[in-house]
């Protein structure tokens, strides 16, 4: 028997979220629909918690704000409904710390700048409650946020002159100026990579192509390779180190894009997915579990305010699905990611604790590479903490199934050693 060893030591780094199912079900092709929302949105406050999906507020039929939480189960395929949101809004920026849904901002009745909201507004998804934080310094509609550990980073379209990128502690629950993002775009959309923090397209008249990077450790910006299209009212979500931008606007005019254009920051090049959405849509949001993504609302032209639909559509990434810019050289191709491994043959895939425990499971190299890709993904901030091993045959015992769910922050380093007869 030829053996090959493959060795990788990674250090660990995340945020524990509630358990998930690992595997699963029979992988469905192309971008598929799925149970629809109980009622249109566009511009909800959309977010992950678990296997759970959030649309929270948002712009319902005629033009009007909503304080519905609806709850849409990925494992199930249902919708439910939670508590009511204090306040009628859309457009609100939105975060994810822990079990919490922060929604910042909006407008409270339509898009006229007077009806625009600075209140932080934070949902306990373990308990269903509703409880109001420290307002927000400035009020703001269709800004972004995201979440890097317990901090909350808005972007906000506000004047030139003025601050429109902000911090919040959620452990300290203050609020503090950061350095503001090169362009005062808004409806723009942002994710979160390795630590950093990508702004993508928006603009203030019509779509920009710009993506920046903001380092946090710094406090600064740095341009990045500009999109194929240029977008505002899009959305976006990570799955393994990569950024999903879903739809949107092209550029000023009135057109609904049905793209989803694939940003690479290792690379740092952009690229068309080959798959389009079902269903052209601006205002919608667009989250991922584990490698599956989800874009939901949003409507299927202009004035996106008052002509909502409720479609659901769930991708099942696979592999590297993305195709360069028509016309680019060789240089934008979308490159395979150099650490993936062939999932033909077996092997054993030790995991080493921070405790000095030591687990060794021998699996399918598919399993192994499933694996891999959790690991990658958690790194990077999104996914699960935990990760389920089935264990198959192996000292089984008495027992008719035997699995093992493992703890990412507890994980210091693991080794794989593929062999093949």
């Given at each position: ?6 060795l ?8 524990v ?6 595997h ?12 629809d929302?109980p ?11 678990g ?10 039929k005629?033009?009007?704000?909503t304080?519905?939480?609806l709850?849409?189960?990925?494992q ?20 994810v ?8 901002g ?11 909201s ?11 409650t ?21 901090t ?10 003025t ?5 919040y502690d959620t ?7 950061k350095a503001?993002?090169?362009t005062n775009?808004r ?7 390795n ?7 928006g ?11 903001y ?10 390779a500009?999109l194929?299209?240029?977008?505002w009212?899009t ?25 989803v ?16 959405i ?10 991922s579990i584990?490698?599956?993504l989800?874009t939901?609302?949003g409507?299927p032209?202009s004035?996106?305010?008052s002509?909502a639909?409720?479609s659901?559509?769930?991708?099942t ?45 021998q ?5 192994v590479n ?17 990760y389920e091993?089935?264990e198959?045959d ?14 990412f922050n507890n ?5 794989v ?5």
């Open positions: 028997m030829k053996k090959v060893i493959l990788l030591v990674l250090t660990f780094c995340g945020i979220s509630p358990f998930y199912q690992a699963a079900t029979e992988e469905e092709k192309g971008w598929v629909s799925k149970a929302l009622e249109p949105r566009s511009h909800a406050a959309t977010a992950v918690v296997n759970e999906i959030y649309v929270i507020g948002g712009f319902g005629n033009r009007s704000a304080n519905t939480t709850v849409y189960d990925s199930k395929d249902t919708w439910s409904k939670k508590a009511d949101m204090p306040i009628n809004l859309a457009g609100s920026a939105v975060a710390v822990k079990e919490k849904i922060y929604v910042m909006g407008n409270k009745t339509n898009t006229d700048s007077n009806h625009n600075s209140k932080l507004l934070i949902y306990d998804t373990k308990t269903d509703w409880e109001e934080g420290g307002d927000v310094p400035k009020k703001s509609y269709l800004g972004t946020a995201v979440a890097i550990d317990n909350i980073y808005l972007i906000t379209q506000q004047d030139t002159s601050p429109r990128h902000f911090a452990l300290s629950k203050t609020w503090t100026n503001n993002q090169p775009a409806a723009a959309a942002s994710a979160v990579v630590g950093k923090i990508y702004y993508i397209g603009g203030s008249n019509g779509g920009g192509k710009n993506i920046y990077e380092n946090p450790s710094s406090d600064s910006w740095q341009r990045k500009d194929i299209n240029p977008l009212y959305s976006a979500a990570v799955s393994d180190g990569k950024i999903y931008i879903v739809g949107g606007f092209l550029s000023a005019s009135t057109t609904v894009s049905n793209n254009q694939v940003y690479d920051p290792a690379s740092d090049k952009v690229s068309i997915m080959e798959e389009k079902q269903h052209a849509r601006a205002g919608a949001g667009t989250v584990n490698n599956e989800y939901v609302g409507a032209k004035n996106t305010q002509n639909f409720n659901l559509e769930k991708y990434i696979t592999e590297t699905v993305n195709t360069p810019n028509p016309g680019a050289n060789d240089g934008n191709k979308t490159k395979p990611d150099d650490e993936t491994v062939s999932d033909e043959g077996e092997a054993f895939l030790v995991i080493t604790m921070i405790n000095g425990l030591q687990k060794e499971y699996l399918p190299m598919k399993e499933s694996f891999l890709k959790w690991y990658k993904q958690r790194d990077a901030g999104e996914g699960s903490g935990f091993i089935d198959h192996n000292n089984k015992g008495p027992f008719e199934s035997k699995k093992d769910y493992v703890v994980i210091l380093m693991y080794e050693n593929k062999y093949k007869n």
